[in-house]
């Protein structure tokens, strides 16, 4: 195959007749694809690593005896390859014929057929009939909760399991090898399944479908809508599946969702969430106009961060008109804490993302039950555990064993001790730097009571030495900071010690957002601290509330109906379209009417601040793409901008104060991010419940399946307590996805030390 130049240089090899010139250290088909030269294949993934169980790839190297796999052969120097000729063909042919084999041929009623891999390469090459077969196998249609499961029509390409093992992290599919006996068998179904849906997009025929969806429309029927999701900070990419309702009635419907699966993932709020808001709006001329009434006697604006960068910018100019003041609460915490970081960092953005994570060799994570708070960054940690063998240290007051098979260490530190632990990181990871003549960072090290705060906070000093330990010799480390840190007393001066450590070490960090564009609108919009006078809520509460939930008193557009931009936790700003007709007054219709001059709503992309790193560009002119090697063309990256020091110091450590008795710990589910996600058909069943060990049981003098009364985060709750065998402590979740518009307007400490009221039993 001739002689590699060098690792890492630039070698020149021919495919087809076609001299190219690339890097090492790609595969043959990479390198073909880069180039725009077809290679077939069934199994590869390219989020995934080279599976091979397909054989479809296969090519010819001139001086190599046989076939070999272009997924998995390094691309070397003077290497001539043939991609296709009458013998890779035949080759190719043979391997469908095994394919098909006992496949059935239910075509006309598959929910993949128009879009089946296999479909396409029957036709591509050729095969019409099949000569051979095998004894048919008893194979029973499985029903695996949002996915369903026909083992007739695997071909065993193994896509779903590698998915499920190496970018969710969840392990739960496995291959039960016997030959035309083998299935696919769903481990943890009844446990640690996400239920997210990864399994059935990687699919290429119908052996995984939605249940939901199963023989509800055709492929070639649907209208794919290109999209962001915005149930959390990630943005991902996907497309709203529409078509008309029935013969009958031509108003658009969202069926389902489907994404470009070869380099994207979704969550199953994301996948499986998508029909939220009201449905049927109209016109109702009395209410907009005591809705125009009420902003212009408005004192302050109040919303939520489920909302387009142009919405924030539209809100900003409506408060400047009207002279209100803007409160984001859920954004309010992480926009002082940016602030905050920036001023320190000198930069107005943090510096890791989610590839930075997924490249990773060590990862901390700090202030967050990742796995519900954000999804995309737990399936970053477990891509990295796999194809880095990453040290993923979590922190965090309680244990999460759904995740305890990419974690390599947890360190379990007490509720309220986040600056502690976060100055006892400093102390570890900038170990031997050298201090210059305006570093703040040694001196606050240096006064550290490390005792003190090892005790009170109780994470050892053994423990600093296993991470100290993991990061030998390692080369790309990232922490990971949750909204445990934006919303604790001391967040300010956490986020100057994070940006020190940012500053001076070999890490960089990743902000992670609380909320859907919590960092567009920590960018855009200038936010008070609390509401003063009458409050005009969008997509919150107020005195006059303007809600797209259909709760309020003017109907708004909900998400899926509408275009705009979003700023995700990568610092990229994405384009959304709308998937559905909307008839009822937006946003711009109230903005005209108090005398602003504007038409559309993404009249204002272009507009968004390029003091803020945003760029002045068109919403028609965003790119919304992956390329065929995976590089992502889906808007554009926020510039970092250079920021001032604000010339303050980093304070001592403060007291660190003690949660005893009952705590709870405010975490919505890993499907149910807010009320908007709780509306929808398939995930609004959900039912929000305080899940806690037994010990807590006990702490609050409660028993599995008592109705619980107690008051958190300034909310009076009425809850069901479960027992969760998985959890240890003292310390329960409690959500607030089902507590409506109100789940909006919280910006406390997630830790709160609670009293618990048994008021009576589910049962009764």
């Not at 014929?97 to 598959?110: A, K």
Request: hydrophobic fraction near 35%; aromatic fraction near 8%.
């Amino acid at each position: 195959m001739g002689a590699q130049k060098s690792i890492g240089g630039e070698i020149t090899l021919t495919i087809d007749g076609r001299e190219i010139r690339t890097e090492w250290g790609k595969t043959i088909l990479e390198v073909a694809r880069e180039n725009g030269i077809y290679i077939p294949t069934m199994c590869y993934l390219s989020k995934v690593e080279p599976i091979a169980s397909c054989r479809m790839c296969v090519v010819e190297v001139e001086g190599v005896e046989g076939m070999i796999l272009s997924c998995q052969e390094k691309a070397v120097d003077g290497a001539v390859i043939t991609t296709s000729n009458g013998s890779l063909d035949r080759e190719r042919r043979k391997i469908m014929e095994l394919y098909d084999v006992n496949h059935p041929l239910e075509c006309g009623v598959c929910d993949k057929s128009g879009e089946c891999e296999l479909q396409n390469k029957n036709i591509e090459y050729g095969v019409a009939e099949q000569e051979f077969a095998a004894k048919d196998q008893h194979r029973p249609m499985q029903n695996w909760g949002f996915v369903s499961y026909d083992p007739s029509l695997c071909i065993m390409c193994e896509r779903c399991v590698r998915v499920c093992n190496e970018i969710v992290g969840d392990e739960a599919l496995q291959i039960s090898v016997g030959g035309y006996k083998s299935t696919i068998v769903n481990v943890k179904q009844d446990e640690d399944c996400s239920e997210c849906g990864e399994c059935m997009a990687v699919c290429p025929v119908g052996a995984l479908v939605s249940t939901d969806f199963k023989y509800s429309a055709n492929a070639w029927e649907l209208d794919k809508i290109p999209a962001s999701c915005f149930h959390c900070s990630a943005g991902c990419q996907l497309y709203y599946d529409t078509k008309h309702i029935s013969v009958d009635d031509p108003r658009r419907k969202i069926y389902r969702v489907t994404n470009d699966f070869e380099f994207s993932s979704l969550c199953g709020a994301g996948r499986f969430g998508f029909d939220f808001g009201k449905s049927e709006v109209g016109r109702d001329e009395e209410s907009f106009d005591r809705a125009v009434k009420a902003l212009e006697r408005a004192e302050t604006i109040r919303f939520s961060s489920l909302i387009t960068n142009e919405e924030a910018l539209l809100l900003k100019e409506i408060a400047d008109k009207c002279g209100a003041t803007l409160v984001c609460d859920d954004a309010k915490p992480f926009s002082d804490f940016l602030k905050t970081y920036s001023s320190f960092s000198g930069k107005s953005l943090y510096g890791a993302d989610l590839d930075r994570v997924k490249r990773s060799d060590v990862v901390i994570v700090l202030g967050t039950r990742i796995k519900d708070d954000a999804p995309m960054v737990k399936y970053a940690l477990a891509t990295a555990t796999k194809r880095e063998k990453a040290q993923v240290v979590y922190m965090h007051p309680i244990e999460d064993d759904s995740i305890s098979n990419i974690v390599t260490k947890f360190v379990k530190y007490e509720a309220g001790a986040e600056e502690g632990v976060v100055a006892m990181l400093a102390s570890l990871l900038l170990e031997g730097k050298e201090a210059g003549e305006e570093d703040r960072i040694f001196e606050f090290i240096d006064d550290l009571d490390m005792g003190y705060i090892s005790a009170e906070s109780n994470v050892s000093e053994e423990e600093l030495d296993e991470i100290r330990l993991m990061m030998w010799k390692k080369r790309r480390m990232t922490i990971v900071a949750g909204e445990d840190l934006y919303t604790h007393p001391r967040a300010s001066n956490i986020a100057r010690i994070l940006a020190e450590i940012e500053k001076h070490s070999d890490f960089e960090i990743l902000l992670v957002p609380p909320a859907s564009n919590s960092l567009g609108v920590s960018m855009i919009c200038d936010l008070d601290d609390e509401c003063k006078g009458y409050t005009v809520g969008y997509n919150a509460p107020g005195d006059f509330v303007l809600s797209a939930l259909g709760d309020g008193d003017l109907d708004m557009p909900a998400i899926n109906r509408q275009e705009g931009t979003m700023t995700t936790l990568d610092k990229r700003v994405v384009p959304t379209n709308a998937a559905l007709d909307y008839d009822g007054y937006e946003l711009a219709d109230l903005a005209r009417a108090i005398g602003i001059e504007i038409g559309e709503v993404i009249e204002l992309t272009e507009r968004l601040p390029e003091d803020r790193g945003y760029e002045s560009i068109p919403f028609d002119e965003l790119p919304d793409y992956f390329a065929v090697d995976g590089t992502n063309h889906r808007g554009y990256r926020l510039k970092t901008v250079e920021c001032g020091g604000d010339g303050t110091t980093i304070a001592p450590v403060a007291d660190i104060r003690s949660y005893d008795g009952a705590v709870v710990y405010r975490c919505d589910y890993g499907r149910s991010f807010n009320p908007f996600t709780a509306s929808t058909t398939q995930l609004g069943d959900e039912k929000g419940i305080l899940r806690g060990s037994s010990q807590f049981a006990s702490a609050a003098k409660i028993s599995d399946g008592d109705r619980v009364r107690f008051e958190a985060d300034g909310v009076l709750f009425e809850r069901v307590f479960n027992i969760d065998t998985s959890m240890k402590g003292t310390v329960a979740l409690n959500p607030t996805f089902d507590i409506g518009l109100s789940s909006f307007a919280i910006s406390s400490y997630r830790f709160s030390q609670v009293k618990i009221e048994k008021i009576g039993s589910e049962h009764e």
